[in-house]
């Protein structure tokens, strides 16, 4: 095991960058509805699910324990 002094592992912060992706594409999702003030499908429904997404990835990303499976 490294002593590296940054708080978290390689894993932790490649799942975070891939969070942060899917947290950009949900909002951006949420965007591009049509209907007037976003209550449409991408903005009520499909947006909101892929941001949630995200939320749980950037989750799992900070409390997954890079040094406890060596």
């Known amino acids: 095991m490294s002593n590296s002094g940054l708080p ?3 894993k932790n912060y490649l799942l975070m960058l891939c969070g942060l992706t899917i947290l950009v ?3 951006i999702v949420m965007s ?3 209907e007037p003030y976003g ?3 991408l903005g009520l429904t499909l947006g909101p699910i892929i941001v949630m997404a995200g ?3 950037q989750f799992f990303a ?3 324990n890079p040094h406890k499976n060596k």
């Open 8 to 10: 978290f592992g390689r």
């Open 25 to 27: 594409i949900g909002f």
């Open 32 to 34: 591009l509805d049509s």
């Open 55 to 57: 939320f749980m990835i």
């Open 39 to 41: 209550f449409g499908f």
């Open 62 to 64: 900070i409390m997954h």
